[in-house]
Nanobody, 129 residues
Framework: QVQLVESGGGSVQSGGSLTLSCTTSVLNVHNSCMAWFRQAPGKEREGISGIDSRDFESYADSVKGRFTISRDVVKNTLYLQMNVLRPDDTAMYYC???????????????????????WGRGTQVTVSS
């Protein structure tokens, strides 16, 4: 059973842009701890961006200033806008959610992958040059 579905990956040249989307029918993205992770071969899974129910955003140092996380409440969709892409952004990108409800307390899991229990199957992003 796939509960989160990512889309929007592809191949792009260095300096280009892509927008990733994550849809789900089992939770409300506006009241959940949502995050994007990525993993490249030979590398650990890296938390790159998260958003909580208060709309507080977090970003890994590697993507700050280039990536933006957002969501559409009506469409119940999470997005990741990726600009100024670099070859070291090449990875499988995963959408993740914490099934627990924390209200206005924020997301205690932060960007640690072990704290998320809903996952998509990933979408590949490849940046050349």
């Amino acid at each position: 059973q796939v509960q989160l579905v990512e889309s929007g990956g592809g191949s792009v040249q260095s300096g280009g842009s892509l927008t990733l989307s994550c849809t789900t029918s089992v939770l409300n993205v506006h009241n959940s701890c949502m995050a994007w992770f990525r993993q490249a071969p030979g590398k650990e899974r890296e938390g790159i961006s998260g958003i909580d129910s208060r709309d507080f955003e977090s970003y890994a140092d590697s993507v700050k200033g280039r990536f933006t996380i957002s969501r559409d409440v009506v469409k119940n969709t999470l997005y990741l806008q990726m600009n100024v892409l670099r070859p070291d952004d090449t990875a499988m990108y995963y959408c993740a959610a914490d099934s627990h409800y924390y209200g206005m307390q924020g997301c205690p899991g932060g960007l640690q992958h072990a704290n998320y229990d809903y996952w998509g199957r990933g979408t590949q992003v490849t940046v050349s040059s």
